[in-house]
């Protein structure tokens, strides 16, 4: 669905008029392309934590410029800022964000990134230093909100150490960090993303980082779906194609386009994990990656719910996964090292008006996420949710003009976001080296500015 306002407002005279009234300017994102530089040069990068040399190390490999001060930059501006207090342990120590951060986000680019690096609160017992490492959060959701011309803000938090920080938790940390700075975080903002020091394996390149995994995707054959399939076989990775009969033709040809297979297969039939595993290791030799992307809704408000409304929402977007679940994850399902992302929703941390049984199913899976990560977490697995917001779809498109409107524009980004966006999250969350991510669910929504 064109968003046309947006369109308007990035011609020479929308901008003028824009200026002119006071109206919301969304800019085009700058979003992740093969063969794309990390993120625009030069990024500050600046602090006193542990992993300020890790960072730059990380930028510099990238070929991205970097300055540890303002007066390196000249009269540029700055394609991005990452400012380290994970070693902010007392109040007085938050002074270095506006000290550092203050001037440096005067100077920032169109579509620039602020990454703030902490360390994980809940692993922290001194009510001290909890309520310290806990104000990074207010902090970078409320830049995040005052940023404009397409920049974010985000939060790395790494674990506790008690001592000299493990070269481990240095890559975890820093592939967060590459993906906030990069064009795959285009529609995320204001996040904090926990990271731990588990064992990870380096991606086997930058521009195919799933070469060898075999991936499928529910609810494939159009939508979110579909850019989830085509977005993980440009990454290199084998996808199966999931959807209902009904969905054929369209399933068939998005499995044609992604060179990968086409599964016809209802979610919430009872042999259904399975046949997912027999269908991938017949066809394909094993399964890495499962997306649980199948959803429907059934709208209405609660008073008027019927029975059929409630149960079928119910099935397909939480049962069907707890079901699947019991196969994909069992002894003989996703080898170890394997990844889970669940699909959740804005809807699922906020609500919405006439959706109690949607939202319901996806406040549902992001407990089922937290759940479940540590008890898979054995074998290496991780399982992640993303929670779309508003998302320029067919189903998008027909929306009441007024409703989608007023959508667009409560984000601090001022716009939809597009599929891809999505599925781009999904892509970084299960990459090899993404394997000190997990039990987290990211919101894909332009920091909304309703929910949490």
């Known amino acids: 669905m064109a968003d046309q306002y947006s369109d308007f407002i990035n011609t020479p005279f929308g ?12 800019v085009r994102l700058r979003r992740y392309e093969p063969g794309q530089i990390l993120c625009e040069s030069p990024v500050l990068v600046a602090g006193t934590g542990s992993y300020v040399a890790s960072v730059r190390t990380l930028l510099t490999n990238a070929a991205v410029s970097v300055v540890d001060s303002l007066e390196e930059l000249g009269d540029g501006r700055l394609g991005g800022v990452v400012l380290d207090l994970s070693d902010a342990r007392h109040p007085s120590d938050l002074a270095a964000l506006r000290e550092l ?3 440096a986000v005067k100077r920032l680019g169109r579509n620039a990134r602020v990454v703030v690096i902490g360390t994980d609160h809940t692993q922290l017992t001194d009510p ?8 990074l959060d207010g902090f970078t ?3 995040a909100k005052e940023l404009r011309a397409g920049a974010t803000a985000n939060l790395v938090l790494g674990p506790v150490s008690e001592g000299e920080v493990s070269e481990q938790a240095r890559a975890n940390v820093g592939e967060a960090v590459r993906f906030f700075l990069s064009g795959r975080s285009a529609f995320v ?4 993303v926990r990271v731990s020091s588990a064992a990870a394996q380096a991606n086997p390149s930058v521009d195919r980082p799933l070469d060898g995994q075999v991936a499928v995707v529910t609810g494939a054959a159009r939508g979110i779906g579909a850019a989830i399939a085509r977005t993980l076989h440009r990454d290199g990775a084998t996808v199966v194609c999931v959807d209902v009969p009904a969905a054929g033709e369209a399933l068939a040809q998005v499995a044609g386009e992604v060179g990968g297979t086409a599964l016809q297969l209802d979610v919430t039939a009872e042999d259904a994990g399975r046949r997912i595993l027999d269908h991938a290791r017949g066809r394909h030799g094993g399964l890495d990656i499962v ?4 959803g429907i809704t059934r709208d209405k408000l609660f008073v008027n719910m019927d029975e059929s409304r ?11 996964i707890v079901q699947m679940n019991e196969a994909l994850l069992g002894p003989d399902g996703l080898g170890d090292g394997g990844r889970m992302v669940c699909l959740s929703s804005q809807s699922g941390f906020a609500g919405n008006r006439g959706q109690t049984n949607y939202s ?3 406040a549902a899976i992001i407990g089922l996420v937290g759940a479940l990560a540590p008890q898979v977490a054995e074998r290496g697995i991780t399982v992640n949710g993303v929670a779309p917001g508003l998302i320029e779809t067919e189903m998008t498109g027909k929306m009441p003009f007024a409703t989608r409107e007023a959508a667009r524009r409560l984000s601090s980004l001022q716009q939809g976001g597009l599929p891809v966006d999505v599925a781009d999250t999904i892509a970084w969350l299960v990459q090899p080296a993404s394997a000190g991510v997990t039990g987290q669910v990211v919101r894909v929504c332009g920091q909304n500015m309703i929910g949490a």
């Open 128 to 135: 001290v230093q909890v309520a310290t490492q806990r104000a």
């Open 15 to 26: 901008k003028n008029v824009a200026k002119r009234l006071g109206l919301p300017a969304p």
């Open 189 to 192: 903002d204001g996040q904090p």
């Open 360 to 362: 319901a199913t996806k």
């Open 141 to 143: 959701r409320s830049l």
């Open 291 to 294: 997306v649980h992307n199948a």
């Open 310 to 320: 409630w149960d079928s929402v119910m099935a397909v977007n939480l049962a069907s």
């Open 101 to 103: 951060g203050a001037p």
